[in-house]
C-alpha cells in the first residue's frame, strides 16, 4: 500500500458544481499537506498549504485537513472549464524537504 | 520568461541509447530535484540534490545518473535507455526558507516527454 492513496478518476463535473477531491494517507508523521494543480503539457503547481489540521480557504478553493482520520480534501466551489486539470496531494514530514505525492486525480469541468 | 526550463521538451529515442536531460533555473534556489511521471503512477523522485556538492538517491535512481554542474544547472542521464523509462521528467527547485508559510514549496519546469523505443 502507497504511504498517499488518491483516486485518479476522471472526475467529470458540470460547470458550478461543487467539486470534492480527497487523498488518503498512512504515515502519522505527515504534518504538511499541499495540493498541486498541473495543466495539461505543464508542470505541477502549487494551489494551497496547510500545516497540520483545520481548513483554508482561498477563494473559491478550501482545503480541509483531518489528521485523526489520516484524510485530505480539496473543495471547489462553482467550478468552472478552467478549473479542467489534473490535481495532486502531496504531503511532508516536519524536518523533511521531500513531499511525497499523490498519484493525483483528473478533473474535467464541462460547459 | 520561464523560471524552471527543461531541454529537450520532447525527445525520441531507441534502447541502448545515453540521453541526458537538462534543467535550468533563474529562480536562485539551492535545491533541485528529478521525477518522473507515469499514468497512474504519479510523481516519483529519481534523485535530489541540496547543493552543488550534495547529491541524493531518490526512490527510483536505478538506470540514471544526474550532474550538478553549478547552483542553476541539473541534468539527468540515461546510461542506457530502456522501454519502461519512456515518461514525462519533470525538474523542480525549492529554496531554503526560515518557517514561511511556503516553505519548501517546490517549483517545477515544463517536462520533458521521453519515448524509448
Known amino acids: 500500500q502507497k504511504e498517499v492513496e488518491q483516486d485518479p478518476g476522471p472526475l467529470s463535473v458540470p460547470e458550478g458544481a461543487i467539486v470534492s477531491l480527497n487523498c488518503t494517507y498512512s504515515?502519522?508523521?505527515?504534518?504538511?499537506f499541499m495540493w498541486y494543480r498541473q495543466y495539461s503539457r505543464k508542470g505541477p503547481e502549487l494551489l494551497m498549504y496547510?500545516?497540520?489540521?483545520g481548513n483554508k480557504e482561498d477563494g473559491r478553493f478550501t482545503a480541509q485537513v483531518d489528521k485523526s482520520s489520516k484524510y485530505i480534501s480539496l473543495f471547489i466551489r462553482d467550478s468552472q472549464p478552467s478549473d479542467s486539470a489534473t490535481y495532486l496531494c502531496?504531503?511532508?514530514?516536519?524536518?523533511?524537504?521531500?513531499?511525497?505525492f499523490g498519484r493525483g486525480t483528473s478533473l474535467i469541468v464541462h460547459p | 520568461d520561464a523560471d524552471v526550463t527543461q531541454t529537450p521538451r520532447n525527445r525520441i529515442t531507441k534502447t541502448g541509447k545515453r540521453i541526458m536531460l537538462e534543467c535550468s533555473q533563474t529562480?536562485?534556489?539551492?535545491?533541485m530535484y528529478w521525477y518522473r511521471q507515469d499514468p497512474g503512477l504519479g510523481l516519483r523522485l529519481i534523485y535530489y540534490?541540496?547543493?552543488?556538492?550534495?547529491?541524493n538517491k531518490g526512490e527510483i535512481s536505478d538506470g540514471y545518473s544526474v550532474s550538478r554542474q553549478a547552483q542553476a544547472k541539473f541534468s539527468l542521464s540515461l546510461e542506457s535507455a530502456i522501454p519502461n523509462q519512456t515518461a514525462l521528467y519533470f525538474c523542480?527547485?525549492?529554496?531554503?526558507?526560515?518557517?514561511?508559510?511556503?516553505?519548501?514549496?517546490?517549483?517545477f519546469g515544463p517536462g520533458t516527454r521521453l519515448t524509448v523505443l
Open positions: 504515515n502519522s508523521a505527515f504534518q504538511y
Open positions: 523542480a527547485t525549492s529554496a531554503v526558507l526560515a518557517g514561511g508559510p511556503t516553505d519548501n514549496e517546490q517549483f
Open positions: 502531496a504531503m511532508k514530514e516536519g524536518g523533511s524537504y521531500i513531499p511525497t
Open positions: 496547510t500545516y497540520s489540521s
Open positions: 540534490s541540496f547543493d552543488v556538492k550534495d547529491i
Open positions: 529562480k536562485g534556489h539551492d535545491r
